[in-house]
């Protein structure tokens, strides 16, 4: 599906409930708005990007998050993601000098995010958010820098605080090529819990790779080719 066409769409989903069966204002949806041109890094196929956050929440108007002109979504389209009772639009933020960052904003606006790269024209391609380690809570995965440091890097919001914490981290991995207006592979469960499908560094294998106790695991499927990848996310 065309990027444009993707960054349009508007992710739905149930609501949710705080603890104690008091429902908590929501996220129904998100999609990006205002496009724009004022970061030049066309690291999805085009100059254009996105200035603005669009959430759409139960019971209360549509909130409108606006960046400064310093700032970009480049991204496909938001995600949301349940995190417990809470939940967020999990979005790619870039800063014009600082790179990019992953950032969770919720119907109150931003809610936490990881440091910014730290460089201009850096980026980090998401790979999804799921329990990946089957202890209740949820961690979030992104490639940092697909076509440079090829690190998978996995997340999970601090208990009681609004950050996150990095847990595990494995390199020679990515899920982007440059000009790409898609994200390769992302995360599939085949019966045994989520699990993340990746590519090898030098694009020759298609990646299975695992959260657990000790820290992430892989497991090569064979050779990659697009239809090699769509057979993993398929189970098959």
């Known amino acids: ?25 929501a996220l129904t949806g998100a999609s990006y708005a205002e496009p724009t041109t004022r970061y030049d890094h066309g690291v999805l196929g085009d100059a254009v990007e996105w200035g603005a956050l669009r959430l759409s929440r139960a019971g209360a108007p549509d909130l409108l998050i606006r960046l400064p002109q310093t700032r970009v979504f480049e991204d496909l389209a938001p995600r949301l993601v349940d ?62 820098r697909p076509h440079l440091a090829k690190r998978l890097r996995i997340w999970r919001v601090v208990p009681g605080a609004q950050e996150l914490r990095e847990v595990a981290s494995a390199e020679d991995l990515t899920n982007h090529r440059i000009g790409w207006d898609h994200i390769a592979g992302g995360l599939r469960d085949c019966g045994d819990g989520p699990e993340m499908v990746l590519a090898s560094g030098d694009w020759g294998r298609v990646i299975v790779a695992r959260l657990r106790a000790g820290g992430i695991t892989r497991e090569a499927l064979g050779p990659y080719s697009e239809a090699a990848m769509a057979q993993a996310l398929a189970c098959r």
């Open 83 to 144: 995190l417990g009772a809470l939940r967020a639009a999990m979005v790619v933020e870039s800063d014009l000098q600082r790179g990019a960052r992953l950032a969770l904003y919720t119907a109150d606006g931003l809610f936490a995010a990881t440091p910014f790269i730290g460089q201009r024209n850096r980026w980090l391609a998401p790979v999804g958010a799921a329990d990946l380690d089957g202890d209740g809570q949820v961690e979030l995965a992104y490639v940092d």
């Open 1 to 25: 599906m065309p990027r444009r066409l993707l960054s349009r769409l508007v992710l739905w989903a149930m609501l949710g409930s705080a603890p104690g069966g008091a429902v908590a204002q």
